[in-house]
Every structure is written in C-alpha cells, then in structure tokens.
C-alpha cells in the first residue's frame, strides 16, 4: 500500500508570496493533519481534516488555510509569506479522526519550505 | 509555552547499552502520549503509546513508562542499535487522544557502534 505523499518537496518563496502544499494520504483513510516542523519548536499542530470537515485548529493566524476534497487528498495554503514560515511542513493520514480509538497517525515526507 | 519538553536535544549512547529519553509535560489535561522516530528526509513514525491509565508499556525494545504525579514519560530502547540512530519526538493529547497531538522538539539520538 502506498503510503503518504507530498508534493512538492521542495519549494523556495519570497516574502508576500503566497504557496500551496499538496498531500496524498494513504488509500482509504479519511483524516488528514497538517503539521509545522522547526529547529526550536518541534513538530506543531496546523489543522485536521475528516470528510472534507476541518475538525480541529492549532494556533497559528489565519494566513495559514487548508481544505480537503473528497477524494480525502488535502491542500494547505499560506498566504503572504513571512521569514518565519519557513520549515518542513508535514502531513499525517489515518483512517478515522484522530483520538477515534487508537488509530496511529502515518506521516508523509513533508515539504521544505523556504521564504527568502 | 511548551506544553511537552524533551530537554535533552542529543543523546549519544553504545551500541548494546540503554537508551532512556525523556520527556516531561505541563498540561495536566493530557492522558494519552506517544512516541515518533523520525529518520532524516521521512516523516515521524509511530512507535508507542501509553494512555494514563497505565504506567507501563511495553513494546518489544521498546519501552515507555508515565509518571502522572511528576508529570514525566520516559522511553527506553533495550538494547539500542544502530538503526535507532533518529530522531525521537515524544506527544500527547487531552480527552485519551481525541484532542489534537502537542510534540516536544525532539531528541537526537546518536547510537556508536
């Protein structure tokens, strides 16, 4: 089975742009999470997506967007990029809503995003 | 604020030996923690879990143990290998999981043969 994909994986922006990330979860799983990855803070939540639904949002401002579409691949965008964006962004895919049971998050390779 | 901390950013440790990595968290609505290994260039991946209700799990080498009072998870690796060489973020989530993951930044572990 193949497992999470994204595209692209690499991706270099200036300021003020904006960019769209692409992720392909594995096949049949319906929950889609989007993750923030830098040197000082780790790995933090963006948003969750189930059905097309956003479920659940971290903290970030509201220039970081995202939908899903029904074949459950997602998309994240960020608009009016800043220094500060840049970092690995990485989606995750499990095949209900995460906390629903047990069931473990697969994660993809992620993109690298960097804003000059 | 850092609501999960893995204040250790490197561990080196002998190939054969214990590898123990800690982690400790602030929120006291989290009750369900996992640990991710993640390799250069790949997404994290899941490697265990424990739910409060527990304060052990075992999972092969892999060992994690939760001390609600102090607030603080640990994950052993017996015997560490080479291939553990990653790194090794630990989270948690309020309501047993069904709350979004909080991750600590992460601790690299170095394993020399």
């Known amino acids: 089975k193949a497992g999470v994909t994204q595209t692209p994986r690499y991706l270099i922006k200036t300021r003020g742009q904006q960019v769209t990330l692409s992720c392909s979860p594995i096949?049949?799983?319906?929950?889609v999470s989007w993750y923030q990855q830098t040197p000082g803070q780790g790995l933090q939540f963006l948003f969750e997506y189930f059905s097309e639904t956003q479920r659940n949002k971290g903290n970030f401002p509201g220039r970081f967007s995202g939908r899903q579409f029904s074949n459950s691949r997602s998309e994240m965008n960020v608009s009016t990029l800043e220094l500060g964006d840049s970092a690995l962004y990485l989606c995750?895919?499990?095949?209900?809503?995460?906390?629903?049971?047990?069931?473990?998050?697969?994660f993809g390779p992620g993109t690298r995003l960097t804003v000059l | 604020d850092q609501q999960v901390k893995q204040n250790s950013p490197s561990l080196s440790v002998q190939e054969g030996r214990i590898s123990i990595l800690n982690c400790d968290y602030t929120?006291?609505?989290?009750?369900?923690f996992l640990w991710y290994k993640k390799y250069p260039a790949e997404g994290p991946t899941f490697l265990i879990s424990i739910s409060s209700i527990k304060d052990k799990n075992e999972d092969g080498r892999f060992t994690v143990f939760l001390n609600k009072s102090a607030k603080h998870l640990s994950l052993h690796i017996v015997p560490s290998q080479p291939g553990d060489s990653a790194v090794y973020f630990c989270a948690a989530s309020p309501n047993f999981g069904n709350e979004k993951l909080t991750f600590g930044t992460g601790t690299r572990l170095t394993i020399i043969p």
């Open positions: 995750a895919s499990s095949l209900v809503a995460v906390g629903t049971g047990t069931d473990t998050q697969y």
């Open positions: 929120n006291s609505m989290f009750d369900y």
């Open positions: 096949s049949g799983h319906r929950s």
